[in-house]
T-cell receptor
Framework: DAKTTQPNSMESNEEEPVHLPCNHS???????IHWYRQLPSQGPEYVIHGLTSNVNNRMASLAIAEDRKSSTLILHRATLRDAAVYYCILRDWAGGFKTIFGAGTRLFVKA | GAVVSQHPSRVICKSGTSVKIECRSL??????MFWYRQFPKQSLMLMAT?????????EQGVEKDKFLINHASLTLSTLTVTSAHPEDSSFYIC????????????FGPGTRLTVL
């Protein structure tokens, strides 16, 4: 399974944008880039996913590098409720869409 | 989005007993369900993948006789922790995806198991 590398933790101020990076240099052509987040004592929550083009939804934006070896999750205005562990995951349809979690980035949001 | 539920949300049991955890897809048919466990301050670890009507595929290092998985219908999968011991205490999370939306995976809220 292709792996992802994320910073252990990041800090942001409330109401400011947050850019969460993810490196996936061994990504294959059939890997989709997914982002999930997990609040304490809860199951992961889907945030966004993409293949090649940048994606936007109501929660966040996903910027994918042209070579697809890295991506960035963008939270446009962080709130205290965005404090969570964010996981960048590669899901391969050829591998049955098995989702393997890395360590993730713990996001701290300061009021 | 699609909803996945788990029952119970918390369970405390004595060492040596078996515990069953249910995972249900409430508004879609889940052709594939996944079971994870998560220890405090750690990431989720995939235990097994189950497809409806067939035997589960376990990840390396996961004892299939210890963690029995049944996926008898398109909306229900169960994980039974047999002869539970304190080291099995963990947060167990299931997820599900459908054939139509195989690229999306929906997670349950998790079950906290404590073995005394």
């Amino acid at each position: 399974d292709a792996k992802t590398t994320q910073p252990n933790s990041m800090e942001s101020n409330e109401e400011e944008p947050v850019h969460l990076p993810c490196n996936h240099s061994t990504i294959s052509g059939t890997d989709y880039i997914h982002w999930y987040r997990q609040l304490p004592s809860q199951g992961p929550e889907y945030v966004i996913h993409g293949l090649t083009s940048n994606v936007n939804n109501r929660m966040a934006s996903l910027a994918i590098a042209e070579d697809r070896k890295s991506s960035t999750l963008i939270l446009h205005r962080a709130t205290l409720r965005d404090a969570a562990v964010y996981y960048c995951i590669l899901r391969d349809w050829a591998g049955g869409f098995k989702t393997i979690f890395g360590a993730g980035t713990r996001l701290f949001v300061k009021a | 989005g699609a909803v996945v539920s788990q029952h119970p949300s918390r369970v405390i049991c004595k060492s040596g007993t078996s515990v069953k955890i249910e995972c249900r897809s409430l508004d879609f048919q889940a052709t594939t369900m996944f079971w994870y466990r998560q220890f405090p301050k750690q990431s989720l670890m995939l235990m097994a993948t189950s497809n409806e009507g067939s035997k589960a595929t376990y990840e390396q290092g996961v004892e299939k006789d210890k963690f029995l998985i049944n996926h008898a219908s398109l909306t229900l999968s169960t994980l039974t922790v047999t002869s539970a011991h304190p080291e099995d205490s963990s947060f167990y999370i299931c997820s599900a995806s459908s054939l139509a939306g195989a690229n999306e995976q929906f997670f349950g809220p998790g079950t906290r198991l404590t073995v005394l």
